[in-house]
């Protein structure tokens, strides 16, 4: 904290001396949009660190901040953030968490969109903005599955152990296994492809994999993918019962504007 209130300190200081003659105020709206390809940290509790792709030192994140693809992010105890991206989306993470921003991609003419976070550990909270006519992607990958969506509410789970868990509020996600190319480990580097052999007898049909699976989830339902990654089928679950925990209240109150 000490060290973002010096940084703010140091760009205050910069801007006097940058506007050292009063200026007339003009009354506009004042309208911030986030740039093409950044999100911005507009909540932060606790501490996170960031640690840009290529280099090994962790810093500090502040409110204010804004993160590129390739970043990775690890949350403190006792510590939340919260991102705001560019198509108006918010997702949101609790402590001991780590991810990373493979794509914050979006076009406003065409709506086109190419988000995706890849979550290595802890918990996320997803509050995906809906477009008519919308294009491109939105999708949390996992080591064991990948949860794409258009325009919905929804929570992961990411165990130790690589189980998830994932409960849906409003609208729908698809959740699938992912392929050999979905999931990346955070800052692995993408071998350049390999020469292609020329034609040879391949073998015949073999029946699918467990692994190669596909679920629909709807509102109010929830799905688990075991370690392994197999799947459990989607099931409902009761919001009074199975869903009395503080990260989904404090989510919720977040969610209809409460910031306090």
């Keep these: 904290m000490k060290l973002c209130m010096n940084r703010a300190i140091f760009f205050i200081a910069l801007l006097l001396v940058l506007l050292p003659y009063p200026v007339q105020a003009e009354h506009k709206a004042l309208s911030v949009e986030i740039e093409r390809g950044k999100a911005e940290v507009t909540l932060l509790e606790g501490k996170a660190f960031l640690e840009k792709k290529d280099t090994a030192k962790a810093q500090d994140i502040c409110k204010g901040d804004y993160l590129v693809s390739g970043d990775r992010v690890s949350t403190d105890k006792e510590s939340r953030i919260e991102l705001k991206l560019p198509d108006e989306s918010f997702i949101r993470f609790d402590e001991e968490t780590t991810f990373e921003l493979v794509s914050v991609d979006f076009d406003e003419k065409t709506n086109n969109r190419n988000i995706n976070v890849n979550m290595a550990l802890g918990k996320t909270w997803a509050n995906v903005s809906k477009f008519l006519g919308e294009k491109g992607r939105f999708a949390v990958s996992t ?9 919905t509410i929804y929570r992961m789970n990411v165990n ?11 609208g729908e996600i698809d959740i699938r296994a992912p392929s050999k190319v979905s999931y990346v480990e955070p800052h692995e580097k993408v071998m350049k492809p390999s020469t292609i052999a020329g034609p040879h007898p391949v073998p015949g049909p073999l029946p699918v994999s467990m692994e190669e699976w596909t679920y629909i989830v709807r509102a109010l339902q929830q799905i688990v993918i075991r370690p392994d990654g197999t799947a459990l089928k989607p099931e409902g679950f009761d919001l009074a019962k199975d869903d009395l925990v503080e990260w989904v209240r404090w989510n919720k109150r977040l969610d209809t504007g409460i910031r306090k």
Excluded: M, Q
Aim: charged residues 25%.
């Design 143 to 151: 080591r064991t599955a990948v949860a794409g969506v258009r325009g």
């Design 160 to 170: 130790k152990d690589n189980s998830v868990v994932v409960k849906v509020y409003w």
